[in-house]
């Protein structure tokens, strides 16, 4: 028997869904859902335990570390996930990320309010040349090669390390490949952010890595918060310089805890970073047109697991 769909969260209006879902989609939670659309709910084993036939999740977006994968394995449900919805949405804020570290425009605003005397003679003497500027990428999944491709058409220098990306990537993508992280580090003037989070990438960014990067060098981040170990380790590199500037589409706790010191300091605009962090609310997936194509290709999805036990985009396989 054919069961149901059911969104458990956000979707208040799913005039999208029920446009692609029609008579499958449902707005309770019946004993009979057997496919769920998930957006931001924590979906633990207690939550799964409310649908006795599920067998299949649908992620509306990329990540899904809120989804406990062990509980869905010992209930065989497979999990998909919806990557490429916003990929060039994604990219462009981190094109934006990686022209402001290497122009300083959001640091040249802050500090412009406070001259007095002269004008354009007050220039960051550590601003380089694009060419001359490297640009590294861990990862190179769709967002990451994405942006390295409009990167390189900038001018821009670029290197890459992922070490589940095939021999060869590097012609293919006209760029340099590292196989070692910390090689990476130490060659690039801006590193920015693509790979997902799991055990392996959760807390990356700690005082090593950041250690091990270039001094002075920046930092860019649209890929998931919780790469980084602790916001303090940000603080205190750019507080002593060791990091130029940080951009961050993404942070480790969202929406930040206020009373954090490098985020007070944020918004109060003290000098040491005015200008040198930016950060937005998450919300580099966003555009009119993704907005709309999120909901259709989640909705599609689901159909297809419902109706042909087919999976699109799958990213966990019980079996």
């Known amino acids: 028997m054919i069961g149901k769909i059911f969104i458990t969260d956000r979707v208040v209006n799913p005039t999208i869904e029920l446009k692609e879902l029609g008579e499958y989609l449902t707005n309770n939670p019946e004993d009979n ?20 036939q599920l067998h299949t999740i649908i992620r509306y977006g990329v990540g899904y570390d809120k989804i406990d994968l062990e509980a869905c394995r010992k209930r065989n449900i497979t999990v998909c996930n919806n990557p490429d919805y916003c990929t060039e949405e994604v990219s462009d804020t981190a094109i ?11 640091r040249y605003d802050f500090k412009s309010k406070s001259y007095s005397i002269g004008w354009q003679e007050n220039v960051k003497k550590n601003i380089k040349r694009s060419k001359d500027t490297t640009v ?17 058409y900038l001018g ?10 095939s021999p060869g990537s590097a012609k293919v993508f006209n760029t340099r490949r590292f196989d070692n992280i910390n090689d990476l580090l130490q060659n690039s003037d801006i590193v920015s952010l693509h790979c997902p989070l ?12 950041i250690s091990n990067m270039k001094e002075g060098s920046s930092l860019v981040n649209t890929a998931r918060g919780s790469l980084i170990k602790d916001l303090s380790l940000i603080e205190k590199a750019l507080r002593e310089e060791r990091l130029n500037m940080v951009c961050l ?18 918004i109060d605009g003290e000098d040491w970073i005015g200008g040198r962090l930016v950060i937005n609310p998450h919300s580099s997936y966003h555009s009119i047109q993704s907005s709309v194509e999120q909901r259709i290709k989640a909705s ?15 990213v966990f396989d019980p079996k």
């Open 300 to 314: 599609r999805s689901a159909l297809l697991a419902l109706l042909e036990k087919k999976h699109k985009y799958l």
């Open 96 to 106: 934006a990320f990686i022209l402001n570290c290497s122009r300083e425009i959001t």
């Open 33 to 52: 859902v057997q496919v769920l659309m998930v957006w931001h709910q924590e979906v633990t084993g207690e939550y799964l335990d409310k649908f006795s």
């Open 156 to 165: 821009y220098d670029t290197c890459f390390y992922d070490p589940y990306v």
């Open 136 to 152: 590294g990428f861990i990862g190179l999944g769709r967002i990451g090669a994405t942006t390295l491709k409009k990167i390189n």
């Open 198 to 209: 799991d055990s392996n990438t959760q807390g990356m960014i700690n005082d090593a890595f």
């Open 249 to 266: 589409d993404v942070l480790p706790e969202e929406p930040p805890n206020l009373n954090d010191s490098l985020i007070k300091a944020w």
